[in-house]
């Protein structure tokens, strides 16, 4: 969705954008196996953050997260910290160029942020020495920017600020 231009949106409450966080976090808990095409939520908000509100989520929070993310899946250490910091950096410097796009285009950028980070976390489990991943793996990337419409829809949804002005409201 869209932002309307008739809409001038509130400042982020911190105490949002850490309830998101966790509630991402949450959500990439449940067991889901092999199974390559679940979204990484949590991705999807840190990018969302470091993209909206680079001076309340930057790369220390996201590489903080992965570690959380790399101990509950018993992966190699530091995988995730590693692929939600190159995240968080690439959500930084996109910053000021994806919000002047249409959501098709917010959507591209993205992608292109969670297939690169894709490629580079299966460059690192290939250098350690385990084997070449199919095209498969591109899945979760493809259905986690498919997700970005209905994240900011409910990421942006506190901030918007109500279109006729209420005299007896501060703002």
């Known amino acids: 969705m869209a932002l309307r231009s008739d809409y001038l949106l509130l400042p982020a409450n911190r105490a949002f954008i850490a309830f998101s966080l966790v509630a991402a976090f949450l959500l990439n808990l449940p067991p889901w196996g092999t199974l390559q095409w679940v979204p990484d939520f949590l991705a999807l908000v840190l990018v969302f953050w ?12 996201a590489f903080l997260f992965g570690l959380l993310m790399d101990v509950h899946e018993a992966t190699l250490l530091g995988e995730h910290a590693l692929a939600y910091s190159l995240l968080s950096y690439g959500g930084l410097l996109l910053q000021r160029r994806v919000p002047w796009f249409g959501l098709a285009g917010r959507m591209l950028h993205v992608l292109a942020l969670f297939v690169l980070v894709q490629l580079a976390t ?5 250098l350690i020495g385990g084997g070449t991943p199919g095209w498969s ?10 997700c970005w419409p209905l994240a900011e829809l409910l990421l942006f949804a506190p901030q918007r600020r109500a279109v006729e002005r209420d005299e007896n409201r501060p703002l």
Request: glycine share 12%; hydrophobic share 50%; proline share 4%.
């Open 122 to 126: 299966h460059l690192m489990r290939i």
């Open 50 to 61: 470091n993209i909206h509100q680079p001076r309340k989520v930057g790369i220390g929070i």
């Open 137 to 146: 793996v591109l899945l979760g990337a493809l259905t986690t920017t498919m």
